[in-house]
């Protein structure tokens, strides 16, 4: 049997390389080759280079002729670090502050468990996914073949989570994950002298006005029984301290679980944005796009992956979520192909936000995610 003290203590000199060695959406190559060495290490067959930087490791066990997939991803944030530990990102301006450098250690924690120990019949698939943050990576890979060179039949994923102790577990079937839209918004007129906005038609007031136009999508355009959220986060002008500007660029995203909510959306601020620039006497140009799909839980696998969290962790600490959450994971595109999971585990009450420069992994939660991941492949895998 495997030593889960010194699998702890090994994913965690894993996880710490990995934190201070982070890498961008599709610049993987050194975690790449990192995930890529130890999986040949444990006797898997790899594939490297899928999408782009990812890696699939596979592990075959018996005469079982089903196969399912296990996904981390591998990515970092373009965000400055602020933690003093002595593995703090050596990377100016990029750091793990999402956890994927924890997702990956378990995962290979999982690969050496199952090489090591077996106790399943059948094909797992490890997926090691490049450049989730800005919902490219899954895409890329599901382009590049991923289901006909590596098929399998189901896919369960994870995300640790701030504010939930370690050691605990959550997961709803049904949406957990909203779909993500992001826009842009132009509006142009004719700047001028701040002394004297009669003589052209500015946009800052007019983008102001469109700012607060656009929450009333939410409270007055959509039903109250759908979940959305549309946020503004950028507003960027060619105005200067004496000028006013003749054109503003107006960012942000919207939240949805619905297609049905997502195009009425789109369609209520095309109308506000309009609607708000003829008031002003300026034009408006809106673009929309659609980067994350809504992540489904299929039902079945739910019960299964909660199932299979209570051989490991203590059965009062597994629990159904409340209500799905309005952040986004590319996860999600998996589930377009194949049934599957997504779940969230502790990273400690004390944790920093996620996207946050303080935020760091909480080596705590490792093993419980790894034993996790091979519980579930026991589970759908049974020994005959």
Known sequence: MTDLKALSDEMTAWRRDLHAHPEFGFEETRTAAFVADKLRSFGLEVAEGIGGTGVVGTLK??????????????????????GRADYRSQVPGTMHACGHDGHTAMLLGAAKLLAEEGGFDGTVRFLFQPAEEW??????????????????????????????PVGHFETRPGPIMSAEDNFE??????????????SGNEVLVAACALVTNLQTIVSRRLSPADIAVVSVTELITDGTRNALPG??????????????????????????????????NVTAETRYTREFVPLINDATLVEEAMAAARTVLQADNVKVAAEP??????????????????????????????????????????????????AIIRR?????
Request: aromatic content about 8%; overall charge negative; charged content about 20%.
């Open 380 to 384: 759908r895998l049974p020994l005959a």
């Open 247 to 280: 054109l503003a660029r107006i960012l942000g995203d919207a939240r949805s679980f619905r297609p049905e909510v997502s195009a009425e959306i789109e369609r209520q601020m095309r109308v506000i944005a309009g609607g708000t620039a003829m008031a002003h």
């Open 61 to 82: 066990r018996g005469t079982g002729n089903r196969a399912v997939a296990l996904r981390a991803d591998m990515d970092a944030l373009r965000i400055t670090e602020r």
């Open 185 to 198: 918004i132009v509006l142009t007129g004719l700047g001028g002298h701040a002394a004297r906005p009669q």
């Open 135 to 164: 919902g490219k990576g899954a895409l890329a890979m599901l382009d590049d073949g991923l289901m006909q060179r590596f098929p399998f039949d189901e896919i369960y994923g994870l995300h640790n989570m701030p504010g939930l």
């Open 325 to 374: 959450m309005t952040a986004s994971e590319d996860f999600a595109r998996f589930l377009e192909h194949v049934p599957g999971c997504f779940v969230f585990m502790g990273n400690g009450e004390s944790s920093a936000p996620l996207h946050n420069p303080d935020f760091d992994f909480n080596d705590a939660g490792l093993l419980p995610g790894a034993r996790y991941h091979a």
